[in-house]
């Protein structure tokens, strides 16, 4: 089954930007997607199909694909940014990457 | 708006069963994709089944044989019955709506999620 890799964890500076990516064969050929998981709740899906943004997400998050590594990037981050991200594609069934923590300092 | 709540979760003893159930408003169940996906203590997570607007149904390796996916479309509800259950089936198991297209499947919209034990 295809396999994809997140760093554990990502830091940033309050109000700068934070680039999580999420790695794999020529994932750039796949749509990825994007969730984000704070302490005790559900996931949210905060981009899919590698850059569409859903309704209610704020433009700071907005994501890129191309050829073996996938980029979710959030700008001017804040507090409230803190929070796991997982990436997700389709491979013969859904695959989700392990997650990466975002710490904002 | 979209709201799926879980129930059924809990203590369960490996080999037993549970049915966990989604209620959904605001969604026709029988008219969307329809998931299940868990997440282990501290892990990420792991999808685990899938009913199509036709009435098939699709299983990760790990539950295959074991897990039953259904809907009750009088009740708008989503049933996954769970049998021989294993320690590794301890999760928070969340019901999710997917949108599918001929070459991908993402979740847009989660329940809350609902925790089940399995531990003798």
């Known amino acids: 089954s295809y396999e994809v890799t997140q760093p554990l964890s990502v830091s940033v500076a309050l109000g700068q930007t934070a680039r999580i990516t999420c790695g794999g064969n020529?994932?750039?050929?796949?749509?990825v997607h994007w969730y984000q998981q704070k302490p005790g709740q559900a996931p949210v899906l905060v981009i899919y199909r590698d850059s569409d943004r859903p309704s209610g997400i704020p433009e700071r998050f907005s994501g890129s694909n191309s050829g073996n590594t996938a980029t979710l990037t959030i700008s001017r981050a804040q507090a409230g940014d803190e929070a796991d991200y997982f990436c997700q594609l389709w491979g013969s069934s859904p695959v989700f990457g392990g997650g990466t923590k975002l710490t904002v300092l | 708006e979209v709201q799926l709540v879980e129930s059924g979760g809990g203590l369960a003893q490996p080999g037993g069963s549970v049915r966990l159930s989604c209620a959904a408003s605001?969604?026709?169940?029988?008219?969307?994709?329809m998931n299940w996906v868990r997440q282990a203590p501290g892990k990420g997570l792991e999808w685990v089944s899938v009913i199509y607007v036709d009435g098939r149904t699709y299983y990760a390796d790990s539950v295959k044989g074991r897990f039953t996916l259904s809907r009750d479309n009088s009740k708008n509800t989503l049933h996954l019955q769970m049998n021989s259950l294993m320690p590794e089936d301890t999760a928070v198991y969340y019901c999710a709506r997917s949108v599918d297209t001929d070459t991908t499947r993402w979740f847009d919209s989660w329940g809350q999620g609902i925790l089940l034990t399995v531990s003798s």
């Open positions: 020529n994932i750039g050929s796949k749509n």
């Open positions: 605001g969604i026709t169940v029988r008219n969307n994709y």
